[in-house]
């Protein structure tokens, strides 16, 4: 399958965030990436309900929902109700994962799992079945525009391992310090959903930087 942009909103004008939601709209983005922060799990406060429901109504393009919070499990109806397609829990945050997992697909949303950059791939040997999609923190989470850790790469190719042994049609998300110029490499080393902030919304051309993320050649990848 081509591999699919989905730029992240924590990037964008929140004083002007109608008019970005209209440039992705014109733009190649597959999904829009709402990163959801509760100021306990990670060291900051983002979007809630209204704000998510306004962009839904703004955008016909899936929204991508990735909760850095304590006990995702209490509002996964809420978050499915004002409009995530697919909702994205961290594996540090759940105590019964398996149970939130199932949460998840049951309200109709895909469920995905995420890893802070210090969680081991291996720990999810036990759910990588049931999941569509996983989530690999290349910095860690609660700010945009860090630095890529590079032991990103690593995790990837063990991860993309297991996949093709347990779920070949798993999705693996990228988050953090995505570039036009790590993304070849993280494709090559067989990460699929390409999630971009800082490199999309401080571009001089926003649908130009998404365009080039998305023309990335498969060719290119496998040579």
Same mark, same amino acid.
């Given at each position: 399958?081509?591999?699919?942009?989905?730029?992240?909103?924590?990037?964008?004008?929140?004083?002007?965030?109608?008019?970005?939601?209209?440039?992705?709209?014109?733009?190649?983005?597959?999904?829009?990436?709402?990163?959801?922060?509760?100021?306990?799990?990670?060291?900051?406060?983002?979007?809630?309900?209204?704000?998510?429901?306004?962009?839904?109504?703004?955008?016909?393009?899936?929204?991508?929902?990735?909760?850095?919070?304590?006990?995702?499990?209490?509002?996964?109806?809420?978050?499915?109700?004002?409009?995530?397609?697919?909702?994205?829990?961290?594996?540090?945050?759940?105590?019964?994962?398996?149970?939130?997992?199932?949460?998840?697909?049951?309200? *109709?949303?895909?469920?995905?799992? =995420?890893?802070? !950059?210090?969680?081991?791939? #291996?720990? &999810?040997?036990? %759910?990588?079945? $049931?999941?569509?999609?996983?989530?690999?923190?290349?910095?860690?989470?609660?700010?945009?525009?860090?630095?890529?850790?590079?032991?990103?790469?690593?995790?990837?190719?063990?991860?993309?391992?297991?996949?093709?042994?347990?779920?070949?049609?798993?999705?693996?998300?990228?988050?953090?310090?995505?570039?036009?110029?790590?993304?070849?490499?993280?494709?090559?080393?067989?990460?699929?959903?390409?999630?971009? *902030?800082?490199?999309?919304?401080? =571009?001089?051309? !926003?649908?130009?930087?998404? #365009?080039? &993320?998305?023309? %990335?050649?498969? $060719?290119?990848?496998?040579?």
């Amino acid at each position: 399958m081509n591999h699919l942009v989905a730029p992240s909103i924590l990037s964008a004008n929140f004083a002007n965030l109608e008019d970005d939601i209209h440039m992705l709209n014109k733009s190649t983005a597959d999904w829009i990436h709402v990163d959801v922060m509760d100021g306990l799990f990670v060291p900051n406060i983002s979007f809630g309900f209204p704000v998510i429901a306004a962009v839904k109504n703004f955008t016909k393009k899936p929204l991508d929902v990735h909760l850095m919070i304590e006990k995702p499990e209490r509002y996964i109806k809420e978050f499915k109700e004002v409009g995530a397609n697919g909702i994205t829990v961290h594996y540090e945050a759940c105590t019964h994962l398996h149970r939130t997992v199932q949460s998840i697909k049951e309200v *109709g949303c895909k469920a995905g799992v =995420a890893l802070n !950059p210090h969680t081991p791939v #291996a720990l &999810l040997e036990d %759910i990588i079945e $049931d999941l569509d999609l996983v989530l690999i923190m290349s910095v860690n989470p609660g700010f945009g525009g860090q630095k890529f850790i590079e032991q990103t790469y690593h995790k990837i190719h063990q991860l993309k391992k297991m996949a093709l042994e347990r779920n070949p049609d798993l999705l693996i998300e990228i988050d953090g310090g995505v570039s036009i110029h790590n993304s070849l490499a993280l494709l090559k080393a067989g990460a699929n959903v390409l999630v971009a *902030g800082n490199a999309v919304f401080s =571009a001089q051309d !926003p649908i130009h930087t998404i #365009a080039e &993320l998305k023309k %990335i050649s498969p $060719d290119i990848i496998h040579a």
